[in-house]
């Protein structure tokens, strides 16, 4: 009974040992040298990916354009206009031009028949006085209280307010006297004032009167 066994035993590894392949495949060997090659290879293709995904290793800089001068224009001069007004001087006789008594034809006229003070009249300095004119309207249009006034025109400024209307209107041969509050310098000398009739800014009729301080 056992040898019976033992022959099936022994019958069954030779059916197994004649399936199985009598001659094993050979392990593939590598030459020499070429697991070297391999790194240096893949060394080589990592630095081109890397050189490939950064930028350019160099780049020529384009040309910086040099800003355009621009032109600076210069200012055009400034045109200053100066106005000259009668009266702007403190002392002296002048008497500008144009100022007219007028006559018995002219639209408006007059005729200065008296002055106080007399002119010339000594005055001590730093004192109070009345100048006072006495007019005669002797033109064509009568003298209106409305219209018509009596201004400082030039020479010294003795006066304490620069213009006045007229008292009262005046018509054609009629009279009216001018009156201005007046005070002498500190400083001895002799000054002149001259005042004048104005109606529609057109001045005539020149009030005149001379001073001497002392």
């Known amino acids: 009974m056992h040898k019976r066994r033992l022959l099936i035993c022994l019958g ?20 020499p040298g070429a697991v070297n090659t391999f790194i240096v290879q893949t060394a080589d293709a990592a630095s081109s990916q890397t050189a490939g995904a950064g930028p350019p290793a160099t780049q020529t800089p384009s040309s910086t354009p040099k800003p355009s001068e621009t032109a600076t224009t210069s200012p055009s001069p400034t045109v200053t206009f100066v106005f000259i ?13 144009g100022l007219s008594s007028g006559t018995s034809n002219s639209k408006y006229g007059c005729n200065v028949f008296s002055t106080e003070p007399a002119n ?18 002797i033109g064509k249009e009568t003298w209106y209280r409305a219209t018509m006034d009596y201004a400082f025109y030039s020479g010294a400024k003795l006066h304490k307010v620069a213009s006045y209307d007229i008292p009262k209107g005046a018509e054609t041969g ?20 001259q005042w004048a009739l104005n109606v529609d800014d057109v001045y005539f009729c020149p009030l005149t009167l001379t001073i001497i301080v002392n």
Do not use: H, Q
């Open 12 to 31: 069954a590894l030779a059916l197994v040992m004649a399936c199985l392949p009598t001659t094993a495949s050979p392990i593939p060997t590598l030459a």
């Open 85 to 97: 007004l009668p009266g702007l001087g403190t002392t002296g006789t002048a008497t500008l031009s």
């Open 120 to 137: 010339n009249t000594v005055i001590a300095p730093r004192t109070d006085f009345e100048a006072k004119w006495g007019v005669k309207n």
């Open 174 to 193: 009629k009279n009216v006297f001018l009156t201005v509050e007046m005070a002498a310098f500190k400083d001895n000398g002799t000054y002149t004032t």
